[in-house]
């Protein structure tokens, strides 16, 4: 029988220690169905983040799938819902999935019980989960603010968009070793600027071509499917002539069309290289000879902005797994200028698994 509690003000039952403090135990065979989820997913619909996470050291790929499987699920999660009421409600669903996660109480969801794993060992070593958390909410509100293809204003708004997702990322994986250096987040910025750009080209054939219908089981159409969409920077495309319908129409053929590409392709490019005579400095023990545009903000902020060669190499190393993303964008963009800036020709790339395993071995993107 409960015995009462004098509280402040009269009496109360006692909490039910099973209840006020309930836990999802997670046991070593539930990590483990999470954990080859998750590599499945990678190796079924994002083949390049499943060579990467191969190159990655153990340690470290728990972490990168779950955080990779988690962003495939936003990507792919307009082209699963019928109508914009359902997205919002399935983005709601991953949104208190990650609070949950981070409050000791995963949901029996795959991603979210690795993504535990990962955040527990964080937490014992002395890391900050909350940073992960952060960056994740982030992912989620972008990804939600995009679900319905809205087009970019302009390039800019194109890079703050990459900004907020891809480099979003790759600050989560940094967090999740857990490294907090400026330079280590600035070449993520630049990096995951260029990736986001380059997913933008990339989905181009895709995306510009109509969705077949909605079929039933039985295969009745029960609604149609989605419109095509154009997500060139608006004002690129003001700039080259090009208009959506000429797209939708021709494709390819439409006039200003790869010198849209071109443009947006070129801003890609020119993070990576930003990206790697940082790298070379950085390296070499000099300045990185670039100034970092989001020091100061929230979750950039660091107690030393001026960090010995040692320490900034011991960075390097441990994050270069992280950089790796720079490597499929770059090869995707040289077969883009291959075949003169036309996205719909571009073919899978047979040498990608021997540029990354010769930027490991280099420390070189």
């Given amino acids: 029988m409960y015995r009462a509690f004098r509280a402040r003000r009269g009496l109360r039952w006692p909490r039910d220690p099973l209840r006020s403090c309930r836990r999802c135990y997670v046991t070593d065979a539930d990590v483990e169905k999470a954990r080859e989820y998750c590599v499945a997913q990678l190796r079924q619909s994002d083949y390049d983040s499943y060579l990467i996470r191969n190159l ?9 799938d779950a955080l990779r499987a988690f962003n495939l699920e936003l990507v792919r999660l307009p082209e699963l819902v019928s109508n914009p009421t359902i997205g919002q409600m399935r983005m709601q669903f991953w949104r208190d999935a990650v609070n949950n996660t981070f409050a000791g109480k995963p949901p029996k969801e795959p991603i979210m019980i690795l ?3 990962v955040v527990s060992g964080l937490a014992e070593i002395g890391g900050t989960p909350s940073s992960i958390k952060f960056w994740l909410q982030r992912l989620i509100n972008t990804r939600e603010k995009y679900m319905d293809n809205r087009p970019f204003a302009s390039l800019s708004s194109l890079e703050e968009y990459a900004e907020n997702t891809y480099s979003t990322l790759m600050y989560s994986n940094l967090a999740a070793i857990p490294i907090q250096s400026m330079h280590m987040d600035h070449l993520a910025s630049h990096i995951g600027k260029a990736c986001g750009i380059v997913a933008v080209l990339r989905g181009i054939p895709f995306l510009a ?26 004002d690129v495309m003001a700039e080259t002539g090009l208009r959506e319908e000429d797209v939708y129409r021709h494709g390819p053929r439409a006039e200003g069309f790869q010198d849209a590409v071109f443009k947006v392709a070129t801003r890609a490019h020119d ?53 790796l993303e720079g490597v499929p964008a770059g090869d995707y963009l040289a077969r883009l200028e291959a075949q003169n800036f036309d996205p719909f020709t571009v073919k899978s790339s ?16």
């Fill in 56 to 64: 990655l050291p153990r340690s470290r790929q728990d972490a990168y």
């Fill in 115 to 117: 993504l535990y794993k």
């Fill in 209 to 234: 071509a109509p969705s077949p219908p909605v079929k039933s089981p039985h295969g009745a159409s029960v609604g149609s499917g989605r419109n095509p969409v154009l997500l060139l920077p608006l």
């Fill in 271 to 323: 993070h990576l290289i930003t990206a790697r005579e940082m790298l070379k400095n950085l390296h070499a023990g000099e300045s990185p000879g670039h100034e970092y545009e989001h020091h100061g903000e929230e979750q950039h902020e660091y107690t030393s902005t001026t960090s010995g060669d040692e320490d900034t190499k011991r960075d390097l190393r441990r994050g270069f797994g992280v950089l």
């Fill in 350 to 365: 047979w040498k990608l698994p021997w540029r990354l395993w010769r930027a490991v071995k280099t420390q070189q993107i």
